[in-house]
């Protein structure tokens, strides 16, 4: 298990598909495991994924500017196909969690009005946008 490990990682660094890995683990399979527990009776799962979806699109933000300039770094793919798995580990806090509740929610929930306000001018712009076709 140590060289398969070994061997990953290397690749990971070096390897030509490396972005198309680091997207699979990251999203193909977060995908499956959600569509899994969407159609389990078990909604503790449901919880557990919309936490790591959250948290996924808040670290798909950052990360859009970071790629750019990171991508470049060997250790750029490996450490980030790393941080994706902790995010979605099968442990009580895992990634998702611990991002979840240290950072994203009390951010939010300091900012939600805000957050509202901005969301509702935005629709009543696209409102009005659409009212005018």
Avoid: H
């Amino acid at each position: 298990m140590a060289g398969f490990l070994a061997l990953a990682a290397l690749y990971m660094i070096f390897g030509y598909f490396a972005a198309f890995i680091c997207n699979f683990v990251g999203f193909a399979l977060p995908a499956y495991w959600s569509m899994s527990a969407i159609e389990s009776s078990n909604k503790n799962d449901d919880t557990k994924w919309l936490t790591y979806w959250v948290v996924f699109a808040a670290f798909s933000c950052v990360d859009f500017f970071a790629d750019g300039i990171f991508a470049y770094f060997p250790l750029y793919w490996l450490t980030k196909v790393i941080f994706l798995a902790w995010c979605f580990a099968p442990t009580e806090a895992n990634g998702s969690q611990v991002i979840y509740t240290k950072i994203l929610r009390p951010y939010f929930l300091k900012k939600q009005n805000q957050i509202d306000k901005a969301m509702q001018k935005g629709a009543d712009v696209v409102s009005n946008l659409v009212k005018m076709d």
